[in-house]
């Protein structure tokens, strides 16, 4: 019975590396050079714009990406509103009134067909998006590999089974990360990216009033200052997931959580004397290398069974199908 386990995961393993090389080999950087040379601009100079007029979008846009990609693929299957054949992954539990950029998305796209219409995805302006977000508020760079296609339908019920949640414990964010091909330190660099944004009391508040021995007491009652004991009220009040530098893309988040300063519950269970604690602690001392395994992480995400060749399309407006 042993030996079939370790086969099978064995045998897992092997259809991940394969499948993650067969996406390398259809994905390229340079994939628009001739067909759209200035997309990848456009794209940018939108992006920048949009997080200049709000600095909290550039956490938005990271996640909207990550959540894209969690659901079958990285398709741009996120972006797509209810119709009366498509139901929409916005409205399940991690997503709703929670997820945000749609309409920065739609901006960009729209700067990118004024240019060449119908020849760059929304999958690809939504990879684009999250590494010129990055790198506007300080954080890393890298070059993303393009030629993404869009899905035709959306997935509510695989985004409700392989979305994370902010309850959820560290062997479960392990197992998610792992159906992905990700590792437990490609884990823990993607959740980094929670050293900016902001989360509602809502996802918080079962921690700040628990009086756990995971928490420290004074950053509990600080938390609790903008996020009343009792649901709904103050559901949506908003508070930073770093307190400290909430606006910066830096390495403060895993400082934060060996001082048991953690926001949310998923995010202390990374160091909570498990198998995640060693990475937290290697990242909170080196923000260099944090930030280096942050940006391999997005890559390797940004590759999660994409749509290319003929499969799929390219929308023209990414909340609905063409």
């Known amino acids: 019975m042993v030996a079939a386990a370790m086969f099978r995961a064995a045998a897992m393993a092997m259809v991940l590396a394969l499948s993650l090389s067969t996406c390398q080999a259809q994905l390229s950087s340079t994939f628009y050079a001739e067909t759209c040379p200035n997309a990848l601009s456009t794209i940018r100079t939108s992006i920048r ?119 959820d414990g560290l062997q479960s964010l392990i197992d998610l990360f792992g159906n992905k091909g990700l590792t437990e330190r490609d884990m823990v660099a993607l959740s980094g990216s929670h050293t900016i944004g902001q989360a509602q009391c809502v996802t918080f508040r079962d921690r700040i009033y628990s009086n756990g021995s995971d928490i420290d007491v004074g950053f509990a009652s600080t938390r609790r200052r903008n996020c009343p004991a009792t649901s709904p009220n103050g559901n949506g009040n908003l508070a930073p997931l770093d307190l400290v530098t909430p606006n910066s893309f830096d390495n403060n988040y895993f400082r934060n959580l060996l001082q048991r300063r953690g926001l949310l519950q998923s995010d202390q269970v990374l160091f909570s004397g498990g198998s995640t604690d060693s990475i937290v602690n290697e990242y909170s001392r080196n923000p260099s290398t944090f930030s280096s395994d942050f940006a391999s992480a997005m890559v390797k995400m940004g590759d999660i069974e994409p749509l290319t060749g003929s499969a799929g399309i390219i929308r023209s407006i990414c909340s609905r199908v063409n």
Not at 61 to 88: E, K, M, Y
Request: net charge neutral.
């Open 49 to 167: 714009s949009a997080i200049a007029r709000e600095r909290r979008m550039a956490a938005s846009l990271i996640r909207l990406h990550f959540h894209d990609c969690f659901v079958q693929g990285c398709d741009a299957s996120i972006l797509l509103d209810n119709s009366p054949s498509i139901t929409s992954e916005k409205f399940v539990v991690q997503n709703n009134n929670s997820v945000r950029g749609f309409e920065v998305i739609e901006q960009a796209k729209s700067a990118v067909e004024n240019v060449c219409p119908g020849v760059v995805s929304c999958a690809d302006i939504l990879a684009v998006a999250a590494r010129d977000a990055s790198e506007y508020v300080g954080g890393p760079s890298w070059t993303v590999r393009l030629g993404r296609r869009d899905s035709t339908n959306a997935s509510p019920g695989l985004a409700s089974r392989d979305l994370p949640r902010f309850t």
